[in-house]
C-alpha cells in the first residue's frame, strides 16, 4: 500500500491511521541507559553500538566477566526497574516536529508501548514534561503485565484500528506483522526483516551508521 513513496504529508494523514512506538522512535531512552552503564561500570560504550535487543546483557557478560544470567539482571535492572533514568531521555529527532502537526490538525494519534505497567505514572510524566500536545488519552501502556509487552502492543495497534505503525525493534516488528494488518515503518539499520516482511514494512535505514529516526522517516516517506 505503501510503496509509491513520497506521499503528500496532507494525503498521509489523511489516509492512514497512525501509531507510534515510544522508546527508541518517540523518546531517545538509549542514551540515558547507556550513560547509567557507563557510570556503574566505568566503561565507554556508546550509543550507536546498540543496536539490538539485550545489547546490555551481552556488554555486562563481555565487561564484567559475569554469568549470562547476571548480565540479564543488569539488563533487566537498567531498562525495567529504574523509571527515573528513562524520564532523563529526549525527544528523538523529527518526534516533536510530526507530532506536532498531527496534533495541530487535531488527528488522534495512539502512543503504544510494551512498557511495564510500572513505568505508566513516569511515561505519562515524561509526555507532560516533554511533549505536553500528547495528552494521557493517546498513551497506550499496560495497566498490569499478564500479558507480553510485544503481543499487548500487536493487540492494541489491531484494537485502535492502526494500519501505519511506526517501529524500532525488528523482534517487535515481526509479532506486529505477524498479528495485525498493519503496515510498520521500521526505523533500524538491521535488513534482518526485510525478506520476512515484504511490502508489509518500510524499512528507514542510516546511512551514517546512526539510529534512523523519524526526521529520516519523514524524508523518506513525504515529499516536501
Ligand atoms: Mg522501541
Do not use: C
Not at 553500538?49 to 539482571?73: C, F, H, N, P, Q
Not at 499478564?146 to 499487548?152: A, L, N
Request: charged share 30%; glycine share 4%.
Amino acid at each position: 500500500m505503501l510503496k509509491e513513496r513520497l506521499f503528500s504529508r496532507e494525503v498521509f494523514f489523511e489516509k492512514y491511521k497512525i501509531g507510534f512506538d515510544h522508546d527508541g522512535v518517540i523518546a531517545e531512552t538509549r542514551t540515558p541507559v547507556v550513560e547509567e552503564y557507563n557510570k556503574i561500570f566505568g566503561t565507554e560504550h556508546a550509543v550507536n553500538e546498540m543496536r539490538e535487543y539485550r545489547t546490555l546483557a551481552r556488554w555486562a557478560e563481555e565487561d564484567l566477566g559475569i554469568s549470562k544470567e547476571v548480565a540479564l539482571k543488569i539488563d533487566n535492572h537498567l531498562w525495567f526497574e529504574r523509571p527515573d533514568i528513562l524520564l532523563r531521555a529526549k525527544p528523538m529527532p523529527g518526534a516533536v516536529e510530526i507530532t506536532k502537526q498531527l496534533a495541530d490538525r487535531e488527528i488522534f494519534f495512539p502512543i503504544i508501548t510494551s512498557r511495564l505497567s510500572s513505568y505508566r505514572q513516569s511515561t505519562f510524566e515524561w509526555y507532560e514534561e516533554k511533549m505536553p500536545w500528547i495528552n494521557r488519552n493517546q498513551i497506550i501502556i499496560r495497566e498490569n503485565d499478564e500479558i507480553e509487552g510485544e503481543v499487548f502492543k500487536a493487540r492494541m495497534i489491531e484494537k485502535r484500528g492502526v494500519n501505519v505503525f511506526f517501529e524500532d525493534a525488528p523482534h517487535h516488528a515481526k509479532i506486529i506483522i505477524r498479528d495485525t494488518n498493519a503496515m510498520v515503518i521500521l526505523l533500524n539499520n538491521d535488513p534482518v526483516l526485510d525478506d520476512l516482511a515484504g511490502d508489509r514494512m518500510i524499512r528507514i535505514a542510516s546511512n551514517d551508521n546512526q539510529l534512523p529516526n523519524l526526521r529520516e522517516a519523514q524524508a523518506t516517506l513525504f515529499r516536501g
